[in-house]
């Protein structure tokens, strides 16, 4: 990934599952010796965001979410962008956001965010980062996330750890060349595709989940 204030010209709809919005509780499992928790004391937008803390900093931390899942509403290609936010003076982090489809691997974007030194740090502030290519789905693909904090080596302190919020998918409709800037997901928009047998319908949510049912 790379870091960027440049944004695209024509506005796109956002069809993240809400549950990456992180303006609720959700649960985050976590591979390494850590957490990944909401917390409404600091975000970018809405009304929290998603701390992940590395307790042991010299390795790993991965974190996911089975919940999750944002469904493709129309075959073409989707900018990827979020924002991240440290609260660690004169530290480097470097992680990964890992991008599945339909359950499968689907692309690895690396990120760089702040520095060893303070004349070059980034700390303090929501740093927006951009997949380095816009990615071709198709209808009805379900796309989820993982999230990871590399082990920093020789690293002194008992953590280190990072806010992750204003997560956007977006659908490269008019070909910018930059995603273009964060709103929020509406969920009317980003309901599953209608039945294709005709008859009467309604919309059903269970526990978060949307779907069709006859009436």
């Not at 303090?124 to 996330?145: C, G």
């Amino acid at each position: 990934m790379i870091q960027t204030n440049q944004t695209g010209k024509s506005q796109s709809d956002n069809i993240i599952d809400e549950l990456l919005t992180f303006n609720e509780t959700s649960t985050w499992t976590t591979v390494g010796t850590g957490s990944a928790t909401v917390l409404a004391s600091n975000y970018f937008n809405g009304s929290g965001s998603l701390y992940i803390e590395n307790n042991a900093p010299t390795q790993d931390l991965t974190v996911e979410n089975s919940s999750q899942a944002t469904t493709i509403v129309a075959d073409g290609s989707y900018w990827l962008s979020l924002v991240l936010y440290k609260n660690l003076p004169d530290v480097e982090l470097q992680g990964e956001v890992q991008i599945f489809k339909n359950g499968v691997s689907f692309s690895t974007q690396s990120f760089t965010f702040g520095s060893n030194t303070t004349v070059d740090d980034t700390n303090l502030v929501w740093a927006r980062f951009i997949a380095n290519q816009p990615f071709a789905f198709s209808k009805q693909d379900v796309i989820t996330f993982s999230f990871k904090i590399n082990g920093i080596p020789s690293y002194t302190s008992s953590f280190s750890g990072m806010f992750i919020d204003g997560i956007k998918l977006e659908r490269n409709a008019a070909n910018n060349l930059f995603p273009t800037a964060y709103i929020a997901p509406e969920r009317l928009k980003s309901l599953p595709a209608p039945p294709s047998v005709d008859g009467d319908y309604k919309i059903s949510v269970v526990s978060g989940v949307v779907t069709w049912t006859t009436v």
